[in-house]
């Protein structure tokens, strides 16, 4: 069965420390794995795109890891602000009869107290 | 240059009625997608169009359908509703549907079903 697990599936950190989020797949034919910020009552934003190839992809204070051997991936954030506070959603997309197929997680809730 | 918009924002409709949701992608993107996003849960795929046809669909009944227009614009129908269909329903462009071409949101329809 295809599935996206998420870990923690909430957390709460003081601004400016840093943490990582994870993110656990058995979506098969693996596609690509997405990264997405989603703040209450908005639509998710993306954050990274990383294909089979790639290993670590930035942006900004936002590292995404990705191990296709292990099928787990990792969201690293970076001095946390407050405005870091939001739902993080891991996605998997798989190739399924020239269509693509995503997968989403259920998302980690990230508080950020100052 | 606007982003994705969808229509309405909010809605309240009763079991056994039929709803049509709207969204405009981002001027130049051709693929649409739709997601089902129940409360404290990730999105679901429902369906995917590019160039006016069906590229990808998410296992949901034969009561949600969907289309996209000449100008790329899409509609979401859902007939018979059930309390279960209560949920934010998200819409997504791209300029493909490519594997590696990040998915811009809108901030969805909150469809309540009494």
């Known amino acids: 069965k295809n599935q996206v697990e998420q870990s923690p599936q909430s957390l709460i950190i003081l601004e400016g420390k840093n943490c990582t989020l994870q993110?656990?797949?058995?979506?098969?034919?693996?596609?690509?794995l997405r990264w997405y910020k989603q703040d209450t009552g908005r639509g998710p934003v993306s954050l990274t795109i990383m294909t089979f190839s790639e290993n670590t992809k930035s942006n900004g204070r936002y590292t995404a890891t990705l191990d296709a051997d292990t099928k787990q991936s990792s969201l690293h954030i970076t001095a946390s602000q407050l405005s870091d506070s939001a739902s993080y959603i891991c996605?998997?997309?798989?190739?399924?009869?020239?269509?693509?197929?995503?997968?989403f997680g259920r998302g980690t809730s990230l508080i950020v107290h100052p | 240059d606007a982003g994705v918009t969808q229509s309405p924002t909010h809605l309240i409709k009763t079991r056994g009625q039929h709803v049509t949701l709207r969204c405009s992608p981002i001027?130049?993107?051709?693929?649409v997608s739709w997601y089902q996003q129940v409360l404290g849960q990730g999105p679901q795929f429902i369906f995917q169009?590019?160039?006016?046809?069906?590229?990808g669909r998410g296992n949901f009944p034969d009561r949600f359908s969907a289309r996209q227009f000449p100008n790329y614009s899409s509609e979401l129908n859902v007939n018979a509703l059930l309390l279960g269909d209560s949920a934010l329903y998200l819409c997504a462009s791209s300029s493909v549907p490519d594997r590696s071409q990040p998915q811009h949101f809108g901030d969805g329809t909150r469809l309540s079903i009494l």
């Open positions: 001027s130049g993107h051709k693929s």
């Open positions: 996605v998997v997309g798989r190739a399924s009869g020239g269509s693509y197929i995503p997968t």
């Open positions: 169009y590019y160039e006016k046809e069906e590229r």
């Open positions: 993110c656990n797949y058995t979506v098969s034919p693996f596609s690509n």
